[in-house]
């Protein structure tokens, strides 16, 4: 009987094989990182587009944009008002009652998906400040606008007026007041990762990002900037105006920018490298800036 002669692999032919798979594996991965990021960035977009959509149905139904918050009684974000508006009816929120009032701590505990954008940190997030209620975090908050101490920051002489000159402020608003078009000015920002504490794409280990609560009335954010303190909330990076911290200011998981909500209902992956003359246009109502041209 003849035995044929079966020959294997040899050692080097298998080290080769192993090395074009792993490079073919490196060569891929970025690949499928991107598209993942891509296809995130988008679920980010279309939550923030179903938020525009409700505003736009709580100003057809009031003729008025719901106040970005409410420092008085009853004491809340626009987000109470506009749960009926995304289909969130079953939450029951009552918007008679503060945000904090014992009637509303579980609907304040609940996290809202479409208020969360994929890309952030997974996992619960509550803002562990208010023990008692442990009120759950979002990452798309109103903006009321750009503040002095950001003027002062950059040098600008001051807004008309000085704080609340953005679209969400503590009154409801118009159509008509939004003087600057409703497609030049940003309604929604993210301000993603709260309560965790991020600046410049690391998390802190020491600190939190405030006020992380969705029905919180100091959710809202403003265009504050970074300051040029080496210590606390500052991070020595001076008026910049997006993903320098997520301390109360725009700050994204996406590579590059973040996704505003216009006043049009228009979404957009805004670069993080805008001029901050022209962020600050787009995010006052009413300060006559002329905005042309991508940003």
């Given amino acids: 009987m003849v035995i044929p002669n079966r020959r294997g692999f040899t050692i080097v032919e298998l080290l080769v094989a192993i090395a074009i798979i792993g490079l073919l594996v490196a060569l891929l991965l970025p690949a499928i990182q991107a598209a993942r990021e891509s296809a995130r960035r988008a679920q980010c977009q279309n939550h923030l587009r179903q938020w525009g959509v409700a505003l736009h149905l709580h100003e057809g139904t009031y003729e008025l944009f719901p106040a970005g918050y409410r420092i008085v009684p009853p004491t809340g974000t626009c987000f109470g008002q506009l749960l009926p508006?995304?289909?969130?009816?079953?939450?029951?929120?009552?918007r008679e009652n503060n945000w904090d009032d014992p009637a509303n701590r579980q609907a304040v505990q609940t996290r809202l998906p479409i208020l969360i954008c994929p890309s952030a940190p997974s996992g619960p997030r509550f803002d562990a400040a208010f023990p008692a209620?442990?009120?759950?975090?979002?990452?798309?908050?109103?903006?009321?606008?750009?503040?002095?101490?950001?003027?002062?920051?950059?040098?600008?002489?001051?807004?008309?007026?000085?704080?609340?000159?953005?679209?969400?402020?503590?009154?409801?608003?118009?159509a008509a007041d939004?003087?600057?078009?409703?497609?030049q000015t940003i309604a929604l920002v993210e301000d993603a990762g709260r309560p965790?504490?991020?600046?410049?794409?690391?998390?802190?280990a020491v600190g939190v990002a405030p006020d992380a609560g969705w029905a919180d009335p100091n959710y809202e954010i403003?265009?504050?900037?970074?300051?040029?303190?080496?210590t606390g909330p500052g991070q020595?990076?001076?008026?910049c105006v997006m993903n320098c911290t997520n301390n109360n200011e725009a700050y994204s998981f996406h590579s590059g920018g973040c996704n505003l909500l216009f006043g049009d209902g228009a979404v957009r992956l805004v670069s993080d490298q805008i001029e901050p003359k022209i962020f600050a246009a787009l995010t006052?109502?009413?300060?006559?800036?002329?905005?042309s041209?991508?940003?």
Avoid: M
Wanted: aromatic letters at 10%.
């Fill in 222 to 230: 403003a265009l504050d900037g970074s300051d040029y303190l080496t």
């Fill in 196 to 204: 965790e504490l991020w600046r410049v794409g690391r998390r802190r």
């Fill in 178 to 183: 939004v003087r600057d078009g409703l497609s």
């Fill in 284 to 291: 006052t109502r009413a300060g006559k800036d002329v905005v």
């Fill in 133 to 174: 209620i442990l009120p759950a975090a979002g990452d798309y908050a109103p903006t009321h606008g750009v503040n002095a101490k950001y003027c002062n920051i950059a040098g600008w002489p001051l807004y008309n007026p000085p704080d609340e000159n953005g679209l969400l402020i503590f009154q409801p608003l118009r």
């Fill in 85 to 94: 508006f995304v289909e969130q009816s079953t939450i029951r929120y009552d």
């Fill in 293 to 295: 041209g991508g940003y």
């Fill in 236 to 239: 020595e990076l001076g008026p």
